[in-house]
């Protein structure tokens, strides 16, 4: 077994997602089976090799510090489901950052 | 069909997106007319197909009259103005919907325009609407769409492929002549192969990802999908170049490709059978109509070896870790705090229960089973075994296709082991649906360019089959050069486009023309 | 909400303990604009009014890197003698938090832009080395207003409101080496440390550094082991340190609390721990279900940045004079002690002595002024010196005037009230206020005559030959002159009318 239930549970937490338990059970039997699958890149030797940057590999892409027009705050707040006072509302937060 | 023929609705909708713009650009025929002419043929032909999640009359008539007024004023057209397009719901745009093919997203406006959304309305193309697509980019069949799957034009029980699937199968019923699509393991040139269609994956970085919502964002390539090999050619070279709003944009001229469409020569020419995908892992009539490409191949003067790319079949499983892990990060953002769907705000809740409430509601479950793994790959004590060893395996898949591309020019292989299946057979069965994806995964995780043609259909069922024609980083138009000259040779033994074979879809009000 | 924790006298604690401090420091870069996108970094603006598609995360938006910022960066690694990376890249931190657009910050990881450096501070006479381990980069967040608590803090809050204004303005994040040995000046070791960062920031030109705006912040570790014990203890991380001083407390309020958890046979918990400004305490912060997994990757949508060698030593070149060096050089060339140069750089009035000294003062006398009077007045209107309203050129010229006598020290210091109060430049308050010094014998001679006739004793005193007591009638003769008679010459004329 590649993955338990409570780790599948654990996943969920970790990516926001209110999983019923139908859907737990159900998902776990499929990402067990897929990381079994994809578990296969292990069996490449692959010592001294480095891993994949970009396709065509560059370096230093940089913009000028100079001001760009932005959004209007009316373009900003458009899509917001809430807002108050020219701000995003969100619902109480309960840890510290 | 010529252009001067250019007259009945219907005929507009036959037409290539270079014989509109001819037309157009001589004063044949207007803009606001062959924009009308397809949106009459979406009404009579998209409820059958779903091809469009949105389509945006009013605002492709009134570019079309822009088309048409800067002809009347004798100002220069570009090579596509006035050619309707379809784009996938994918790139953002200010004026229409951008949902992703997802709840979380429903209604959602953008307030700004991608950079390949606003290269097209710069050089006069006239955008249709948005098309379906599996959510957020993540399916090959569009049965993962939050808004109910497209339909294969060939057959209306079958899937179109995905993602781009709304995209490939528009441009199969003649509701646009172009399209775009993304492609991220596959998703533009395997739509491209079930529908009959041509569907190319530039080089990596080729197209601007600015506005593309991001999938994965090492492998998102937004690409063209036509009828025809120049038509592709002609899209490539407007939607491409390099912009400095995305980093990963390649700083270089876009090749020549259509010059390389309308060259169409590959005599001398050295193509690589890839030993690994021409095995028995496809279709009988997949592997029978790709053999019989490969014949053609020769028999138009190229020299044929088989190369072997040891590493490819390595690829589902390092893209199955890659993809997903790069999804799990670029979704975190639709947390119902300042755009998309918010569930469960009773004023009691918390942040994190809306939030993971929302993305129960809104998200699909091959977008949560993607954002699971990929969360699985990233974490601490498993980073190295999987997400690192994925990027690993994805190096030596490039040292393979470099390895090839000393030996030959081209590597060919089947696009997809299968035709188009029908609709419901594999969406219980995701790794099933993985296996659609086998070859062309590995142009995604190596990043060079690689097109889908048509090559005939499979004699079992009578389903439309693609060649895959893969080249170099950068050298683009030599996928083009390819696939312009078995088109053409193609046609000629088929005395038309593979997709004439179709049957004709019926028209709403129940007449078949 | 606050555990009330046992203390054991700081004292008490250093005798039994050895502390072990770190510092995390971020310091918000003054450049032009963010550091992924072209929007302003002024600060105060009206909300979401400097954000576009890129900082506010939104669908299909991408990072493009500042250079300046990158550049910004590598001046102060340079300035803390650490090493530039040649190849590095940004990385992606995942966490999920309302002032976070994308739910993931764009920061650095394993491969930081600058390395393993240094920065020598002095404590009480000793130079203790700070280890600098990295330098690197990475974007801020937005700004959260947290609305119907009772203090306005996260706690007891229903909602909140974000501004995203301040989200992707640059930040550097200087984090030292443990910082070992330094036993009882450890909370002091920790000031001096974030007082010379601030200012060798400043000398640099990145950033205005104003911890009480945020633009410099503060995180402490401190953690503490039995003297001769093989391994360092367990430490705990200090949020919310928003001054010099609080770095101090915070330390000291550490070390104190964690020598009673272990004087308890307990074991220190490693935690974020929040200070609380009003008592100088630290409180846990609200204990996290699972330790946060933030998943790095390298960045996909951004390219490695790979400083050239030349590039490298431009930035080099073009450091100024740092702190350290200045203060060496200042130090011979003003002639003051070690202790008067702290205390200058304390109150952060090096600029302003050498802009008095500049304008015409001895470095004493320019001294003297920034730190007495002038001092007095800021701490009295709780504001920095350099904020006072009045210019080291004004003060140069106050200072002046007393050397050339035209005024007196109890006179200069009406006439900086008047600069301060805004009446206008030295001069002109002189003027305006009828400050200069009376030395016209006439207007004197007045003023004399009145104050002998005043004291008919004093005089006696005086004719019999005390003349310490001469001394009260030139008090006499002050005090009828408002303080303005010139006290050499108003003596001169009582004793020649007494004699």
């Known amino acids: ?79 917001a489901p809430a807002a108050e006072q020219g701000r995003f509302r969100v619902p109480r937060i309960l840890t510290e950052d | 069909m010529a252009a001067g023929d250019a007259g009945t609705a219907s005929d507009l909708t036959r037409l290539s997106a270079a014989e509109i713009a001819a037309a157009v650009a001589a004063g044949e025929v207007s803009a606001v007319e062959v924009t009308q002419a397809h949106l009459d043929r979406i009404v009579a032909v998209d409820q059958d197909v779903h091809a469009f999640l949105h389509v945006a009359g009013i605002g492709a008539l009134a ?42 997203l429903e209604g959602w406006r ?55 699937g709304g995209s490939s199968a528009a441009v199969a019923a003649y509701e646009a002549p172009l399209a775009i699509g993304t492609d991220t393991g596959g998703s533009i040139r395997q739509p491209a192969a079930v529908c009959g269609i041509v569907g190319m994956k530039p080089t990596y970085g080729g197209s601007s990802r600015y506005g593309l919502v991001a999938f994965a964002s090492s492998l998102d390539t937004p690409g063209p999908l ?38 169409g020569d590959v005599s001398g020419l050295r193509v690589g059978v890839v030993t690994e995908f021409s095995g028995g892992g496809s279709q009988t009539g997949v592997q029978a109509r790709f053999t019989e490409a490969v014949e053609l191949l020769e028999s138009l003067g190229a020299k044929v070896v088989e190369v072997s790319c040891p590493h490819f079949t390595y690829g589902l499983s390092a893209y199955y870790l890659i993809a997903p892990s790069e999804c799990s990060s670029n979704l975190a953002r639709f947390d119902a705090m300042r755009y998309g769907l918010r569930v469960g705000d009773d004023s009691t809740r918390s942040a994190d229960e809306v939030m993971s409430l929302t993305r129960e509601a809104g998200f699909g479950p091959e977008v949560k089973r993607r954002i699971m793994l990929g969360t699985y790959a990233l974490s601490s004590g ?24 000393e030996q030959v020019d081209v590597l060919v292989s089947p696009t997809t082991p299968t035709t188009a299946f029908p609709i419901g057979e594999r969406v219980d069965d995701p790794m099933a649906m993985y296996l659609a994806d086998l070859f062309t995964i590995p142009s995604d995780l190596a990043g060079n360019a690689a097109i889908s043609v048509p090559c005939g259909l499979a004699p079992e069922d009578g389903l439309p089959v693609g060649l895959q024609i893969m080249a170099p980083a950068l050298a683009d138009d030599r996928a083009y050069r390819v696939g312009a000259a078995v088109e053409a040779a193609l046609e000629q033994r088929w005395g038309g486009p593979l997709l004439a074979q179709a049957r004709e879809l019926r028209e709403q009000g129940g007449e078949t023309r | 909400m606050t555990d009330l924790a046992q203390l054991v006298p700081y004292d008490e604690a250093l005798s039994r303990y050895e502390p072990v401090i770190g510092l995390e420091t971020h310091v918000e870069l003054g450049t032009t604009t963010k550091m992924f996108c072209g929007c302003p970094t002024t600060f105060g603006l009206e909300p979401n009014s400097a954000v576009c598609p890129v900082c506010l995360g939104l669908p299909g938006s991408l990072p493009v890197a500042n250079r300046a910022a990158i550049e910004y960066t590598i001046r102060i690694g340079l300035a803390l003698n650490c090493s530039v990376a040649t190849w590095c890249r940004f990385a992606r931190k995942n966490y999920f938090y309302p002032d976070m657009p994308k739910d993931f910050q764009i920061s650095q990881y394993d491969e930081p832009l600058c390395t393993d450096g240094w920065l020598d501070v002095v404590v009480e006479g000793r130079t ?62 920790a000031r001096t440390y974030v007082t010379e960062l601030r200012d060798l920031l400043r000398s640099l030109g990145v950033s205005d550094v104003r911890m009480e705006e945020g633009s410099l912040r503060c995180d402490v570790n401190t953690s503490l082991a039995p003297h001769g014990a093989a391994e360092w203890g367990t430490r705990t991380e200090t949020k919310n340190v928003n001054s010099l001083r609080s770095v101090e407390r915070a330390v000291r309020f550490e070390i104190e609390r964690q020598a009673a958890v272990l004087d308890a046979g307990q074991k220190v918990v490693q935690e974020t721990r929040h200070f609380h400004e009003d008592n100088g305490s630290t409180t846990a912060g609200r204990s996290k279900e699972e330790a946060q997994d933030y998943r790095y990757f390298p960045e996909p949508d951004l390219v490695p940045v790979a400083p050239d060698r030349d590039w490298v030593e431009q930035i ?26 702290t205390q200058l750089q304390n109150a952060g009035a090096l600029d302003l002595i050498g802009a008095t000294v500049a304008a015409g003062a001895s470095a004493a006398d320019a001294r003297k002024w920034w730190m007495g009077e002038l001092a007095r007045h800021a701490n009295a209107t709780g504001t920095e010196l350099a904020d006072l309203p009045i210019s080291a050129t004004e003060v140069a010229r106050v200072n002046a005037l007393v050397k050339a006598g035209t005024i007196n020290d109890k006179l200069a210091r009406q006439v900086l009230d008047g600069v301060l109060a805004g009446e206008g430049d030295p001069d002109a308050v ?3 206020r009828g400050l200069a010094i009376v030395s016209d014998d006439a207007a004197l001679t007045e003023a004399v005559d009145a104050a002998i006739a005043a004291s008919p004793d004093i005089v006696a005193k005086i004719r019999d030959g005390k003349t310490a007591a001469v001394g009260a009638l030139v008090g006499g003769v002050m005090k009828a002159t408002r303080g303005r008679a010139d006290a050499n010459r108003a003596r001169e004329l009582i004793l020649e009318r007494l004699s």
């Open chain 2, 382 to 405: 498993y980073y190295d075994a999987y997400y690192g060893k994925a990027q690993q395996v994805r190096t030596l898949i490039t040292q393979d296709f470099d390895a090839a591309f």
């Open chain 2, 110 to 164: 953008p307030p700004y325009d991608a950079t390949v959304t606003r290269r097209l309305r710069d050089a006069g193309v006239v955008i249709l609407g948005k098309t379906n697509m599996d959510e957020f980019a993540m399916g090959s069949s569009t049965e993962n769409s939050a808004y109910g799957p497209s339909h294969n034009p060939w057959d209306l029980a079958r899937i179109p492929g995905g993602s781009s």
């Open chain 3, 128 to 189: 203790v080395r700070v280890g600098i381990e990295r330098v690197h980069l990475e974007e801020d967040t937005g700004k959260s207003l947290h609305m119907g608590g009772a203090t306005g803090r996260i706690h007891g809050a229903e909602y909140s409101l974000v501004d995203y204004n301040r989200a992707g303005i640059p930040l550097v994040e200087v984090v030292t080496k443990p910082v070992a040995g330094t036993g009882a000046l450890a909370p002091d070791v």
């Open chain 1, 1 to 79: 077994m590649s993955i338990t239930r409570d780790e599948v549970a654990h996943l969920a937490r970790l990516s926001r997602l209110a999983l019923t338990d139908a859907e737990l059970d159900h998902f776990a039997g499929q990402l067990d089976q897929i990381i079994g699958a994809v578990a296969r890149v292990q069996e490449v030797a692959a010592e001294g090799i480095p891993p994949m940057t970009h396709a065509v590999p560059v370096v230093n892409v940089f913009r000028d510090d100079v001001e760009v027009p932005c959004l209007t705050p009316e373009q900003a707040l458009s899509g």
């Open chain 3, 430 to 432: 002189v003027a305006a």
């Open chain 2, 226 to 263: 036509a009828r025809t090999v120049l038509d592709a050619a002609l899209l490539h070279e407007v939607m491409s170049g390099h912009d400095p709003c995305d980093s990963t944009s390649v700083d270089a001229p876009v090749p020549p490709v259509v010059a390389a469409a309308r060259q």
């Open chain 2, 63 to 104: 570019a079309a009259e822009a088309v048409d007024r800067k002809r009347a004023a004798g100002e220069l057209l570009g090579p596509l103005a006035g050619v309707p397009l379809a784009l996938k719901d994918v790139m953002t745009t200010a004026d229409m919907p951008t949902t992703c093919g997802s709840k979380i």
């Open chain 3, 316 to 341: 080099r070149a073009s450091l100024p004079e740092l702190p350290a060096a200045r203060r060496t050089r200042l130090l011979a060339e003003w002639g003051l002690s070690d202790l008067e140069m």
